[in-house]
C-alpha cells in the first residue's frame, strides 16, 4: 500500500525515516566495507568497561529469561543448559564486536514463532539466522520498503 501511496503522491505515504533503512552496496568491495572492525582506543576509558559491563549482564539476564519462557513453550519439555548457552552469547558477542554488530541475546519472539511451527530442535534458529542473513544480502531493496510499525506490530503478535 505505501509504494502505491508513494507513487500516487499521496500525503498518506510513509516517510523513508520510517522504512527499514538497510545499506545497499553495488559491489563485494563496498559490501566487505561494511564490516567495521573495533576501535579498541577505548579500552582504557572505564565508561567502556562499565557500559560493556552492564550490556552483558543485561542481556544475560535478558537471555536467562527467555530460555525459561523458551523451555516452557517446548512441547518435550527438554530443559536448556544455562551455562552453555551464556558461553555460545558469550561467543557470539565476541565474534560479533569483532565485524562490528551489535550484542546479541537470545529471544523469545524467535522461540515462540519457531515453537508454534513445530520446530524441535535448535538447528530452527540457525536456520533463522542463515535465512535472515541471505534476505538481507539478497533482497535488500524489497526489505527496504517494509514500515517499522509493520514489523512491530509482527514482534508484538508473534511474542
Given at each position: 500500500?505505501?509504494?502505491?501511496?508513494?507513487?500516487?503522491?499521496?500525503?498518506?505515504?510513509?516517510?523513508?525515516?520510517?522504512?527499514?533503512?538497510?545499506?545497499?552496496?553495488?559491489?563485494?568491495?563496498?559490501?566487505?566495507?561494511?564490516?567495521?572492525l573495533p576501535n579498541f582506543s577505548g579500552f582504557g576509558n572505564s565508561y567502556v568497561w562499565m557500559t560493556g559491563i552492564t550490556?552483558?549482564?543485561v542481556a544475560s539476564i535478558e537471555t536467562l529469561l527467555c530460555i525459561e519462557a523458551a523451555d516452557r513453550l517446548d512441547t518435550r519439555?527438554?530443559?536448556?543448559?544455562?551455562?552453555?548457552?551464556?558461553?555460545?552469547?558469550?561467543?557470539?558477542?565476541?565474534?560479533?564486536?569483532?565485524i562490528g554488530g551489535l550484542p546479541i541475546t537470545s529471544v523469545v519472539v524467535r522461540s515462540s514463532a519457531n515453537a508454534n511451527a513445530g520446530a524441535t530442535h535448535k538447528l530452527s534458529a540457525v536456520i533463522h539466522g542463515v535465512l535472515l542473513l541471505v534476505c538481507v544480502l539478497a533482497i535488500p531493496f524489497i526489505l527496504n520498503i517494509i514500515p517499522l510499525s509493520t514489523l512491530a506490530a509482527v514482534l508484538l503478535l508473534v511474542g
Open positions: 500500500m505505501n509504494q502505491w501511496f508513494v507513487a500516487n503522491g499521496s500525503s498518506l505515504a510513509i516517510p523513508a525515516g520510517q522504512l527499514v533503512q538497510l545499506p545497499i552496496p553495488d559491489t563485494w568491495r563496498e559490501a566487505a566495507g561494511m564490516l567495521t550490556i552483558a549482564i519439555r527438554r530443559i536448556t543448559d544455562t551455562n552453555r548457552e551464556l558461553c555460545a552469547q558469550g561467543a557470539g558477542n565476541i565474534v560479533s564486536s569483532l
